[in-house]
């Protein structure tokens, strides 16, 4: 090719450019490509695990305006605009010569600033933002336990197979609260297994994202957040794992066997909807736990129940399963390894575009080449050149069983490798004990 071409090669500029504005292409190919694994039986959907990695934007950090330092930076100030002010107007009293070590161009340059920031303010203001960056508006400061950076919050699901990526999606937030069932829906339009089961950490526990999956019939395994355990009576106040919840009566029991019962009010807090039951404050002051209950200044009990609890109580006896714990202990192994990947094997550092529709396709790209690098490595170049051919074809029932065949041999040959080694390793042993047995023996 590069004979027939003349050495016509592309620069860099027309493949960043496609890379640039192939967006939705790019993400179509990387979707093409797990759809086509998912036919070759490579995707199987039994068990998806999900994670999410900071990666680094193409911003820096220099050109980030956050409302918290705006406000404080414009009332530094506005402080030393009146500290020279009331230097300046008591030396004009005592007719005395001071060196202020500030000049009028000092003063000028301070409310240019401030007129700058107010600025900054009014567009934060506007955007409903607390924190924009000029170069790359759509990243986000996100925080890791060494050090902020300008990132992009990147969502993975790995299948448990053959650990290929099913989906993956960007976040401009630097938490995974709101991502379990984004990614179990773009899971399930992939694989559309009615048996798939879903896990993630604790870090994407919600109870807002569980019900929605519960809704759209998505099996899902996140550990509970609050997994500490009743806390013993002389140690603290009391928990709300310490009071018991009455399902047949609708009402809370105490520590004291006193019955907090449903107000018939609710309580707003975030998009939940809380219902309020409360315990009289005669019951509350006659209380003997009391100092173990609540606090001097409050007169009586009071306690919030979701309106969808009852899906999350069942949820928590769900997790409370060997079932569902032996999934936890599993998606370490199944989702971990793709981010370090590709960051140390792939050579891949940052995102080279901005704003997050662009971010999208590269960061599909980036997902393509793993998934694409790991099929190279499962079945090999002879079969994959037999699978270019069966996609010219439209015919992928041949290559499938192939690919299975090869699969199992190898695995096969792996296994019986492994006893080798084994039966190696043993044999050296026991040489070098007979060896010892035999010196000591002289």
């Not at 995707?43 to 220099?62: C, F, Q, W």
């Not at 870090?203 to 550990?223: L, R």
């Not at 606090?295 to 999350?312: F, G, L, V």
Request: charge should be positive; proline fraction near 2%.
């Amino acid at each position: 090719m590069m004979w027939l071409t003349q050495g016509l090669i592309p620069s860099y500029k027309t493949i960043a450019n496609f890379r640039k504005d192939n967006p939705k292409a790019l993400q179509t190919i990387f979707k093409e490509f797990s759809l086509l694994l998912k036919h070759l039986k490579l995707i199987t959907g039994e068990i998806v695990a999900v994670d999410g990695a900071y990666l680094r934007a193409n911003a820096s950090k220099n050109t980030l305006i956050m409302k918290k330092t705006v406000k404080k930076d414009i009332a530094k100030i506005n402080e030393d605009i009146k500290n020279y002010m009331t230097i300046l107007e008591t030396t004009d009293k005592e007719n005395s010569e001071v060196n202020l070590h500030i000049s009028k161009d000092d003063i000028q340059n301070l409310k240019d600033k401030k007129e700058s920031l107010k600025k900054d303010l009014d567009l934060l203001e506007s955007l409903g933002k607390e924190q924009l960056n000029i170069t790359d508006k759509d990243a986000s400061v996100m925080s890791k336990p060494a050090h902020n950076l300008m990132a992009y919050n990147s969502q993975i699901a790995v299948d448990n197979t053959f650990k290929f990526i099913v989906t993956t999606d960007i976040s401009t937030n630097g938490h995974d609260l709101d991502q379990l069932h984004n990614m179990a829906t773009k899971t399930k339009e992939v694989i559309d297994n009615p048996n798939m089961i879903v896990t993630a950490d604790k870090g994407y526990y919600s109870s807002v994202e569980i019900k929605k999956c519960v809704d759209d019939g998505i099996e899902t395994i996140v550990p509970l957040r609050n997994t500490a355990t009743k806390k013993k009576i002389k140690d603290a106040r009391f928990s709300k794992n310490q009071f018991t919840y009455n399902h047949k009566d609708d009402c809370y029991i105490c520590p004291n066997n006193q019955i907090l019962s449903n107000s018939n009010t609710q309580y707003k807090r975030g998009n939940r909807m809380l219902d309020v039951y409360r315990l009289s404050s005669k019951l509350c002051k006659a209380c003997p736990l009391k100092s173990s209950c609540l606090s001097d200044k409050t007169n009586y009990k009071q306690m919030y129940r979701w309106e969808h609890e009852s899906i999350i109580d069942t949820y928590t006896t769900k997790m409370n399963t060997k079932e569902a714990k032996d999934i936890v202990k599993k998606r370490g192994s199944i989702v971990e390894h793709p981010f370090g990947t590709i960051k140390r094997t792939l050579g891949w550092d940052h995102f080279l575009v901005r704003s997050k529709k662009k971010v999208l396709g590269e960061n599909a790209l980036i997902m393509f080449t793993y998934n694409f690098r790991r099929l190279l490595n499962l079945i090999g170049i002879e079969l994959f050149k037999k699978l270019c051919l069966a996609i010219k074809n439209k015919d992928l029932t041949q290559i499938t069983k192939d690919i299975e065949e090869y699969i199992l041999v190898f695995g096969l040959y792996m296994v019986y490798f492994l006893q080798y080694i084994f039966y190696f390793q043993n044999y050296q042993k026991k040489i070098v004990f007979l060896r010892k047995q035999f010196e000591l023996l002289l």
